[in-house]
């Protein structure tokens, strides 16, 4: 049975499962539970499956080949698996509201449909963190995330001369996969200190039984032989008058500036929180990774009852621990909704599966800790809030007049209040406030997030079918 996929928005407005996202964790979680006879929604934002790890599996122009590496193509296996297993699948699709209820507020089109689940499963994945350095905004700067997606998406090869910096596997996988397109890197800026070496090597054994291990010695081997890794990068700026000419830095005690047309940014990934903390999901501050976390049960359980989630977004523990997540999430949904399911995956199994799949976290968590420089902006002049142009001094000017948190600080500075919704600077507004305070990062918060937690319009909410908007109120006074 192929996968439904309406012309416009969902067939129906009440589902067993409406799962979010379609990444690894995604597509394994409704493949699941559509195979056990539940009524399966998978709704999201990209025009094809994959999210972020295989996006554009099954359109890439450089799927099968070997620039993206052989673990690209179990992309195109997990979204095979999804297209044959009758889930109704929407892509091009916006979710802006989740609620308490169950009730999904989704935009697809210009129009806008209020949807009821049995179940929810959020798979919204990572997001990259804020990597606020002075120059981060200058036209040819931008995430390594980007950088991979244009790749993945259209084949294109960065042009020019070009920088990686910063720290993480993802560095290193773009790195190898410009070399194998044909491009060419003058260097990479590696922001690991010392001292995190030191904080890993206890983890190290777990970390050597890890399926990650060689993969990644490889990798990193790989790159080394083609590019000039400069270590112990400090005091990083980008410089450029109206775009990006070079960028500056200090490496053992001695600063040094590299002429470039482009510097690609990266300081790991975190959870993407938006939607669960809007949901009400219960949340905590993780001291090594510097992040919030849903507190999580088993199979993913959360605080709202009936609301899971399942890959990145739980935890960062990448893709084959994603996909074991997402079935994990689905067993739960599925014991619950329809517990005389046959012919699932043996839960034991998954299990052991995800335990393998997670051997090793602890030792790359700590080995990739960002230096607080990094997270928190020394100067006062960077800017931290992109969308509206924010700086760190003006963040500081706010606290000593009286901000007490991220929320009193939308009324003084509009930060969080921007397109990205907090996205791109809510850790750092986070980290900053809670060093101004004298406070921990859990004590100072997170935005308050509340729908719509993307840009939606006015007419389209006004706009919701009269049967929809039964289902239950989205916006609440």
């Known amino acids: 049975m192929n996968a439904q996929v309406p012309a416009g928005g969902p067939?129906?407005?009440?589902?067993?499962?409406?799962?979010?996202?379609?990444?690894?964790?995604?597509?394994?979680?409704?493949?699941?539970?559509?195979?056990?006879?539940?009524?399966?929604?998978?709704?999201?934002?990209?025009?094809?499956?994959?999210?972020?790890?295989?996006?554009?599996?099954?359109?890439?122009?450089?799927?099968?080949?070997?620039?993206?590496?052989?673990?690209?193509?179990?992309?195109?296996?997990?979204?095979?698996?999804?297209?044959?297993?009758?889930?109704?699948?929407?892509?091009?699709?916006?979710?802006?509201?989740?609620?308490?209820?169950?009730?999904?507020?989704?935009?697809?089109?210009?129009?806008s449909r209020l949807l009821k689940a049995g179940r929810v499963i959020l798979a919204t994945g990572a997001l990259e963190r804020p990597f606020p350095i002075p120059g981060w905004t200058l036209p040819g700067v931008m995430s390594v995330g980007a950088a991979q997606t244009v790749l993945k998406a259209s084949g294109l090869v960065p042009s020019g001369t070009i920088a990686l910096a910063g720290q993480g596997p993802l560095l290193w996988l773009l790195a190898a996969q410009i070399l194998r397109a044909g491009g060419t890197i003058r260097a990479i800026l590696d922001t690991t200190p010392k001292a995190n070496y030191l904080a890993a090597l206890p983890y190290a054994a777990g970390f050597l039984a890890s399926p990650y291990a060689f993969k990644g010695l490889a990798l990193i081997r790989e790159v080394r032989a083609k590019v000039r890794v400069i270590r112990g990068v400090n005091r990083l700026e980008a410089c450029g008058t109206g775009a990006l000419s070079s960028v500056r830095f200090e490496a053992r005690g001695v600063t040094q500036t590299l002429a470039l047309d482009g510097l690609f940014l990266h300081q790991g990934v975190v959870p993407h929180v938006n939607l669960a903390m809007a949901a009400g999901v219960e949340h905590r501050w993780d001291e090594v990774q510097h992040c919030f976390h849903p507190v999580l049960g088993a199979g993913g359980t959360t605080s709202v009852e009936g609301l899971l989630i399942a890959g990145d977004g739980a935890g960062i523990a990448g893709a084959e621990a994603a996909v074991e997540r997402g079935r994990l999430a689905a067993l739960v949904a599925v014991k619950a909704l329809q517990p005389e399911a046959s012919g699932l995956p043996v839960l034991a199994e998954v299990e052991a599966a995800l335990a393998r799949a997670t051997r090793g976290r602890a030792f790359l968590d700590r080995l990739f800790e960002p230096q607080r420089e990094y997270r928190i902006p020394t100067g006062d002049e960077t800017i931290v809030c992109r969308c509206e142009e924010v700086t760190a001094g003006q963040i500081r000017q706010s606290i000593a007049v009286g901000a007490t948190g991220p929320n009193q600080l939308k009324a003084y500075r509009r930060c969080g209040m921007g397109p990205c919704q907090g996205r791109l600077c809510g850790l750092t507004v986070t980290e900053l406030m809670a060093e101004e305070r004298g406070k921990t990062p859990e004590e100072i918060g997170y935005y308050r997030l509340r729908a719509p937690v993307k840009p939606v319009s006015l007419a389209e909410i006004a706009s919701i079918p009269p049967d929809d908007a039964a289902v239950g109120a989205v916006v609440r006074g």
Do not use: C, H
């Open 11 to 111: 067939a129906r407005s009440t589902y067993d499962v409406i799962v979010i996202g379609a990444g690894p964790a995604g597509m394994a979680a409704a493949t699941t539970a559509a195979r056990a006879g539940l009524s399966t929604l998978v709704l999201d934002e990209n025009t094809v499956p994959g999210g972020q790890v295989y996006r554009a599996a099954t359109t890439s122009p450089l799927a099968g080949g070997t620039v993206l590496g052989a673990d690209f193509a179990k992309g195109a296996a997990l979204a095979g698996g999804l297209a044959t297993s009758g889930a109704e699948v929407i892509q091009g699709a916006t979710v802006w509201s989740l609620d308490r209820d169950l009730v999904v507020g989704v935009s697809r089109g210009g129009a």
